[in-house]
């Protein structure tokens, strides 16, 4: 298996609740403990003020507290990449980029543009009516979140699944119009994770005002559990778990053989207000820990500012010398390094090179020769083309740090010094 780039965001413009919680921070916390994985997890901070416009002081609230709910429920810093989108500049700067080579009717087809198209429509109002050029180009931006980090999977919700084909087409567009730089990211949707109803049965979200925050403290989360919406239905007469949101709410933090006695006390005819305090002490249970550490968090942004800092400088460490490839390969490139056709040869010449080829086993491999034709870099063998490719454009891409995290699949046979130059070489000059 090669290693897999997991990267996801979420937007900066609300208070965490139960739905974020079981849909995007338990998944993603998860996925981070996975071998063979590296993952990207930030806040979307940028595109909180497409949502929010006009109110500074819940975007600085809502990075706080998402950063500290990520912290809180488990999420590693030293063992993925944690940041803040707004740390990291390259990020608008490619996502101009990108603009540049996305069509505005791709944009015109982004669902929630339309619908807001739609909304005005219906009301007989101009089609783009309180409609921001942010919320048109919110899709671009996505892109660059996932494509700055060539990541080949993006957990999301079923909302997001368009934007991650529209990054698709976008990085397509870019590769075919300037080489191979960008990986086709996929979405991955957790199948089993049912979308959590909120209070009134609908889908938990901010905009029906249904939430149950994930960290309400112990008595607001009873208060909250004992509103949710039930039927008439009295204390002995049996109960349908179809439907009901108290039980979905359970099923998702009950183990299957909590959930069968839930169900068994339904037809037995429990009482709701029996029922709701056993999910608030089953939700209570799991989250009572992690609300320890967050409020914990919480009373300190200092300390998660650092953290997010230190992530922001990881993430650079990726995003400067990409965006440096990717500048030179649209043509914003140094004048004093205008390319000759004699100097460009030459270089090409003198340059160290990567060979790809096929061995008897049927398996994909490459190495890496200096100018002089000296072995420097040997790999094993891929199981194909796609995967030796993407492991040299790691490479050429991130120098270093891309061996590192090749780790076992490609040996150093030359000297180490030679390999650290031949791999600055491909970050100095990109193709
Ligand atoms: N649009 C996503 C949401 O609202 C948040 C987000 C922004 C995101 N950039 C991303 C998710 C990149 C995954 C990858 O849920």
């Known amino acids: 298996m090669s290693l897999q780039r997991v990267l996801t965001g979420i937007t900066t413009s609300g208070t965490p609740h139960l739905g974020n919680y079981v849909g995007a921070v338990r998944p993603t916390v998860r996925a981070s403990r996975e071998p063979n994985t590296q993952n990207f997890y930030f806040l979307a901070d940028y595109h909180a003020l497409i949502k929010t416009g006009g109110d500074p002081v819940r975007v600085q609230r809502s990075t706080l507290e998402i950063a500290a709910t990520w912290l809180a429920c488990g999420l590693d810093p030293d063992k993925v990449t944690f940041y803040r989108q707004s740390d990291i500049p390259e990020i608008p700067e490619l996502t101009w980029l990108l603009t540049c080579v996305t ?18 429509n219906a009301a007989g109002e101009d089609p783009d009516a309180g409609v921001t050029a942010g919320l048109f180009m919110y899709p671009v931006l996505m892109a660059a979140d996932i494509l700055m980090f060539n990541a080949h999977q993006v957990p999301v919700g079923r909302d997001q699944i368009q934007h991650i084909e529209m990054a698709r087409d976008i990085a397509s567009s870019f590769n075919h119009l300037y080489g191979e730089h960008f990986t086709l990211p996929e979405a991955v949707i957790e199948e089993h994770v049912a979308t959590l109803p909120g209070l009134d049965g609908r889908k938990m979200s901010k905009s029906y005002d249904n939430t149950i925050p994930l960290f309400a403290p112990k008595e607001q989360l009873r208060k909250l559990i004992m509103g949710i919406l039930t039927d008439s239905r009295a204390p002995g007469e049996p109960k349908d778990t179809e439907g009901s949101a108290l039980f979905q709410l359970y099923q998702a933090f009950a183990s299957a053989d909590e959930t069968a006695a839930l169900a068994k006390a339904y037809a037995d005819g429990i009482a709701w207000g029996e029922a709701k305090q056993v999910l608030f002490e089953r939700l209570d249970r799991e989250i009572a820990p992690m609300r320890e550490i967050y409020d914990q968090l919480i009373q300190d942004p200092a300390r998660i500012e650092k953290t997010l800092k230190a992530g922001a400088e990881k993430a650079r460490a990726i995003a400067t010398p990409f965006t440096a490839r990717l500048r030179h390969a649209v043509g914003l490139r140094p004048l004093d390094q ?27 491999y490459f190495k890496l020769v200096d100018a002089q034709g000296e072995l420097l870099l040997q790999s094993e063998g891929f199981p194909s083309p796609r995967d030796a490719g993407q492991a040299i454009a790691d490479l050429q891409q991130r120098g270093e740090p891309g061996l590192a995290t090749l780790g076992e699949r490609v040996k150093v046979v030359g000297e180490r010094a030679k390999v650290t130059d031949a791999l600055r070489f491909f970050a100095q000059n990109p193709l």
């Open 103 to 120: 069509g505005k009717g791709l944009l015109n087809r982004a669902h929630a543009y339309k619908a807001s198209v739609d909304k005005n």
């Open 338 to 364: 205008m390319a000759t056709q004699k100097s460009a040869k030459a270089a090409k010449v003198a340059a160290p090179s990567f060979k790809q080829y096929r061995e008897k086993d049927g398996q994909f």
